[in-house]
């Protein structure tokens, strides 16, 4: 699936694409505030598999996903990223675009773009929604996290969803992807969401074998303000299989956080 009325984007001499729902500048002001997300793919892939989420959540938010540098629509750069380059080039985009405040949804690797945001920009990065976090620090070895990929391809996910992953890969291709790899091997998640202080959720498919509901209750105790949230019955890619629940549930959740600024 795939978000009409993307542009490209630059930032700091990269180069992504973004998909934007949101209020036009100069719009008339709405009674009450209005979130907004920005939708961080994981490595590998796209905006396409956060599409139909995206859409959920403009129901009543503003909401930004990325092609982000290297994957889906953007250019490859020519040299490899580190987390902090692609927090840095999120950021600065939507700083440009006068976002003032906003939730980061980071899934997979995305989830190390998340936090890494709120860690940059605490003043734009209200809170976190951390889905699917890698990498679990149980199963930290390339062999371990493609063997989960696998079972959760296998017995978690619709033939949809694995299609637009897999071509999704195809087309970012292996030498981009094994690039980024240990860029993702080695982000210590953990250690990183203990100087996080915004309000973090992290949220998981309940039948996830890569984002086990143990890495994930370690994550959540490791923030600050953490707590966990599951949907029952999903693979690692649940905001494509259940998109509308991982909306209502991001969206309560952010409802259920006192004080939560998170108005575009």
Request: charged letters at 15%; glycine letters at 10%; a neutral charge.
């Amino acid at each position: 699936m795939v978000l009409s009325g993307g542009r490209d984007v630059e930032y700091n001499g990269l180069q992504g694409r973004l998909y934007a729902s949101a209020e036009p500048a100069g719009a008339a002001p709405r009674t009450g505030a209005r979130p907004a997300y920005v939708l961080l793919h994981g490595i590998g892939v796209s905006h396409r598999y956060l599409a139909r989420l995206h859409l959920e959540l403009a129901k009543g938010a503003d909401v930004y996903s990325f092609d982000l540098p290297g994957f889906g629509a953007s250019t490859r750069p020519r040299r490899q990223l580190q987390v902090a380059d692609f927090a840095a080039f999120v950021t600065g985009v939507l700083t440009e675009a006068g976002v003032r405040s906003v939730v980061p949804v980071g899934h997979s690797m995305g989830a190390q773009f998340a936090v890494e945001m709120a860690l940059q920009a605490p003043d734009l990065v209200a809170g976190a929604v951390l889905m699917g976090p890698v990498v679990d620090t149980a199963r930290k070895s390339v062999a371990a996290q493609a063997l989960a990929l696998t079972r959760d391809a296998l017995f978690s996910e619709s033939l949809i969803s694995n299609i637009i992953v897999f071509g999704d890969y195809f087309r970012a291709g292996p030498r981009w992807y094994l690039t980024e790899l240990p860029v993702m091997m080695e982000y210590p998640l953990e250690e990183k969401l203990a100087a996080v202080h915004q309000p973090v959720l992290v949220l998981r498919g309940g039948k996830d074998p890569i984002a086990r509901r143990p890495w994930c209750d370690t994550l959540a105790a490791a923030a600050p303000q953490g707590t966990v949230a599951e949907i029952p019955g999903q693979g690692h890619v649940v905001q494509y299989t259940a998109p509308e629940t991982a909306a209502e549930t991001i969206s309560g959740w952010v409802r259920a956080v006192d004080g939560f600024g998170v108005t575009a």
